[in-house]
């Protein structure tokens, strides 16, 4: 069965600082992930996804994630964190071998920025 | 690009009335999708149509809550009677296709309290 776990609910870092947000995935199939975030009292939008092509994913904002088999992980990372970047973030994953359209949300993690 | 629109973004009600949410797809999107957030079980599907035809509800919580889409650019989630348990962030979002691979567009949701 496919699952998402995010390591960690709640992360802060100071502006300017790396961001490191974790995900780790179970998939009986060649999986599909995908970040999205959500900012206050808006919806989620979606930050970038990976698809079986590069394993290096970039998105918007600065955001990019890597797609580690053999760890079964799939980080999120921003090398610098700017204050805007404060919301949650949603790990998720496609479930089912094909066209399905179900997605796995893990549950989010809050990141805060402080100045 | 107008995105997907939902209505009302907040609605307050009594237990035992009828809550009817609303939402508009992308145009061009042939699959839209009803998400309910929760803090104690996230994000979950609840129901998803393709062509205006339900694909799967296995989502749907129970017979007080029922969706249509009577053409390709209106959707609605319906929950009669409300009870307060049914307080949550309501999602719809929409998508070209839905594989495994493919983006769902998320609206802003509509915050549902039920007193």
């Known amino acids: 069965a496919q699952s998402v776990t995010q390591l960690d609910s709640h992360v802060s870092v100071s502006e300017g600082t790396p961001v490191l947000l974790r995900c780790n995935y179970s998939?009986?199939?060649?999986?599909?992930l995908f970040w999205y975030v959500q900012h206050p009292n808006k919806g989620l939008q979606l930050l970038l996804k990976y698809t079986s092509a590069a394993t290096l994913v970039k998105g918007i904002n600065g955001f990019e994630a890597e797609f580690k088999k053999s760890e079964t992980s799939f980080h999120l990372t921003k090398p610098s964190a700017h204050m805007s970047d404060a919301a949650e973030y949603f790990c998720?994953?496609?479930?089912?071998?094909?066209?399905?359209?179900?997605?796995?949300f893990g549950q989010g993690t809050t990141l805060q920025v402080k100045p | 690009d107008a995105g997907v629109i939902q209505s009302p973004r907040h609605e307050v009600t009594e237990m035992g009335q009828e809550v009817t949410l609303r939402c508009k797809p992308i145009?061009?999107?042939?699959?839209l999708f009803w998400y309910r957030q929760t803090m104690m079980r996230g994000l979950e599907l609840l129901i998803y149509f393709n062509n205006n035809v339900p694909i799967d509800d296995s989502g749907m919580p129970e017979d007080r809550f029922s969706a249509k889409m009577p053409n390709a650019s209106f959707s609605t989630l319906k929950i009669q009677p409300s009870e307060p348990r049914d307080s949550a962030v309501y999602f719809c979002a929409s998508a070209v296709r839905a594989g495994r691979a493919d983006t769902q567009y998320f609206g802003p949701g509509t915050r549902l309290t039920v007193l």
């Open positions: 145009s061009g999107h042939d699959y």
């Open positions: 998939s009986s199939y060649s999986p599909s």
């Open positions: 998720v994953v496609t479930i089912g071998s094909s066209n399905t359209g179900k997605l796995i």
